[in-house]
C-alpha cells in the first residue's frame, strides 16, 4: 500500500514541483479531485495521482490534454 499523503503534504509537493498552487482544504482519497490555481490565474480539478505520476500540473487552457494515440 502506498503512502498516505495529507492536504498539507500535497500542498507542498505543488509548491516545490510546479507553478499551480492548492486551492482545496480537504483531501480524503486518492480518487477525490483536486482544486488547483494555475500560474495564468485559472482554476482547475485533478485527482492527485494524475496531478503527482502524470505531470498533469496546469490547467487544460496552458498543458491541453493529449489526444488518445498521439506522440509528443
Not at 499551480?20 to 480537504?26: M, V
Not at 482554476?43 to 502524470?54: D, V
Request: proline letters at 3%; a positive charge; aromatic letters at 12%.
Amino acid at each position: 500500500m502506498g503512502k498516505r499523503w495529507t492536504i498539507l503534504e500535497i500542498k507542498e509537493f505543488a509548491q516545490k514541483n510546479s507553478e499551480s498552487t492548492l486551492l482545496s482544504k480537504e483531501y480524503h482519497g486518492f480518487s477525490q479531485k483536486l482544486l488547483f490555481k494555475c500560474a495564468c490565474g485559472q482554476n482547475f480539478e485533478k485527482t492527485f495521482t494524475k496531478f503527482k505520476n502524470r505531470n498533469q500540473r496546469k490547467c487544460d487552457v496552458c498543458q491541453p490534454p493529449k489526444e488518445s494515440g498521439e506522440r509528443s
